[in-house]
């Protein structure tokens, strides 16, 4: 069965590219904290997964999360103008094919997703997230909803360690007063523990506004170890138009102890992305203000963990399309990605950007995400425009000389 494209459904770009952004705005303004132990352990629920669809229509790869050059997971839409349905599948042939999708969950299609992101361990815990959660431990057969309070914003697996990035707004406050909480699992989700100590200051707030803007990618949480890793708060939009900077928090404790660092944007921005190469080389990319498939980007790079920062004047091709995601390779590779963005590469540290011509994406869906699991082999999702818009999965195996396409169906 070939994955196109139902009629009439409206797409919802997901991945890092887009961690959940505009679903966890509409949340933080309006959610009540749900029911939860003490523990922070999901009580349990009934089992929602079914392996048919109730949504009549055909299925849309939206988002990919791998675990290995062949082997990963595929999250799905569909609908029929009326119900829409979210399920998820497995590959173990590099996307090419996928299992039949299990349903995770459904809702009116003049509504919102309620999850838009997947991450998966290597041990069959899997999380669909953003802003609600749902949770699989038999490597996606089952599925059920994790009754966390407030939004998911970010779920970062690494072996059986994984970390939740929660932000929980209170009631009658807006999106704008929205603490930031990191809690931790050793168990692959099974119970949840606040980190001993929260970066310094989100209790009061996610440092400014959740953009609800589309264009507007945001990176929450990026690991670099089985204790370290980064929180990245939003952005507060200058009012006079002068260059902001995006706040950071870096634990390497998982979470008993910060420091306070900052990305430095060279812009007014809205949103900022972030990446850490393997040899600790920070990327980040801010945007400001979208408009006509064209946003104005920046980009700064640190080889320090954030604590000093050099800001490209970047030339080229970063400003066609609007801001996802970007993934740094190395400490003058990195890619970007985005809606309406063609698969961008810099290979001098952010100072040009040229499009990987490869990559036949761009003008009207573009690059939802790209993820590499080796250093030698990566993935790319985005709509295939020399094949009329659908869903494919570019590969590559040799460190992105060559990519190929691949377009993926159903088993």
Same mark, same amino acid.
């Given at each position: ?75 799905? #839409? ?192 809205? #949103? ?25 980007? #920046? ?113």
């Amino acid at each position: 069965m070939n994955i196109t494209a139902p009629h009439g459904f409206f797409r919802v770009f997901i991945s890092a590219a887009i961690p959940a952004l505009a679903l966890a705005v509409a949340g933080c303004a309006s959610s009540v904290p749900q029911a939860h132990s003490r523990t922070g352990t999901p009580r349990r629920t009934a089992v929602t997964s079914t392996r048919t669809p109730r949504a009549p229509g055909s299925y849309r790869l939206a988002g990919i999360d791998f675990l290995s050059r062949t082997r990963g997971y595929g999250q799905f #839409s569909a609908g029929n103008g009326a119900l829409c349905t979210t399920s998820a599948g497995l590959t173990s042939d590099s996307g090419r094919h996928f299992s039949a999708p299990v349903r995770i969950d459904s809702w009116p299609c003049s509504g919102t997703s309620p999850a838009g992101s997947l991450a998966f361990d290597s041990h069959g815990d899997g999380f669909l997230y953003g802003p609600r959660l749902f949770v699989t431990h038999d490597n996606g057969l089952t599925w059920h909803p994790s009754r966390q309070p407030g939004d998911v914003l970010a779920i970062a697996p690494l072996g059986s360690s994984v970390w939740m990035l929660r932000a929980t707004c209170p009631r009658g406050t807006g999106p704008s007063k929205c603490p930031l909480r990191l809690l931790t699992s050793a168990n692959g989700g099974r119970t949840w523990q606040l980190a001993a100590s929260q970066p310094p200051g989100t209790a009061r707030g996610a440092s400014g506004q959740v953009i609800s803007e589309p264009a507007a990618g945001q990176t929450w949480l990026v690991r670099t170890g089985r204790s370290a890793g980064y929180v990245l708060g939003s952005l507060d939009p200058n009012p006079n138009g002068h260059a902001n900077s995006a706040p950071m928090w870096f634990t390497s404790n998982a979470g008993a102890s910060w420091s306070v660092r900052r990305v430095p944007c060279g812009l007014d921005a809205i #949103s900022a992305v972030l990446s850490a190469a393997p040899d600790g080389t920070l990327f980040g990319v801010c945007a400001g203000q979208p408009g006509a498939g064209f946003q104005l980007k #920046s980009v700064a790079r640190s080889t320090d963990g954030g604590r000093h920062w050099a800001l490209a004047s970047p030339r080229g091709v970063l400003d066609d399309g609007y801001l996802g995601a970007v993934s740094a390779r190395s400490a003058v590779l990195a890619y970007v990605a985005g809606a309406r963005s063609p698969l961008l590469i810099t290979r001098n540290g952010g100072r040009n950007w040229s499009i990987v011509k490869a990559v036949m994406a761009g003008s009207d869906g573009g690059t939802m995400s790209v993820q590499f699991v080796s250093p030698s082999a990566g993935f790319v999702l985005g709509d295939d425009s020399a094949d009329n818009d659908l869903p494919t999965i570019w590969l590559t195996t040799d460190s992105g000389v060559r990519w190929a396409a691949l377009h993926p169906k159903i088993s």
